[in-house]
């Protein structure tokens, strides 16, 4: 069973930066996604960005240019760079990753707050 361990969350200004990693076990071979969801009350969880197995990387149109998607060379850890962090970027963010066989897993969590 895949388990996935998130971290980095926090309280930033606006205009600052936080990195969220995600550390997945109990899994020995490539994860053909990669990616980072958020959620706020009372929305739908929303993608953030992705990462595919060969690299290839796809963000929201809100968050290009100022997030970075990156996956570590044994392929179980994922990051998420997030710079600018505006107000409208505070949520609940959450990692994803399926599996070769196109099980999906998610992480708890972690609240990321942008103060104003």
């Known amino acids: 069973q895949v388990q996935l361990e998130e971290s980095g969350g926090g309280l930033v200004e606006a205009g600052g930066s936080l990195t969220l990693s995600c550390t997945a076990s109990?899994?020995?071979?490539?994860?053909?996604?990669m990616a980072w969801y958020r959620q706020t009350p009372g929305k739908q969880r929303e993608l953030v960005a992705t990462?595919?197995?060969?690299?290839?990387?796809n963000f929201r149109d809100s968050v290009q240019g100022r997030f970075a998607i990156s996956k570590g060379s044994a392929g179980n850890t994922v990051s998420l760079q997030m710079n600018s962090l505006k107000p409208e970027d505070t949520a609940v963010y959450y990692c994803?990753?399926?599996?070769?066989?196109?099980?999906?897993?998610w992480g708890q969590g972690t609240q990321v707050t942008v103060s104003s």
């Open positions: 994803y990753v399926k599996d070769r066989w196109g099980s999906e897993y």
């Open positions: 109990g899994y020995s071979f490539s994860f053909s996604v």
């Open positions: 990462i595919t197995r060969g690299g290839s990387t």
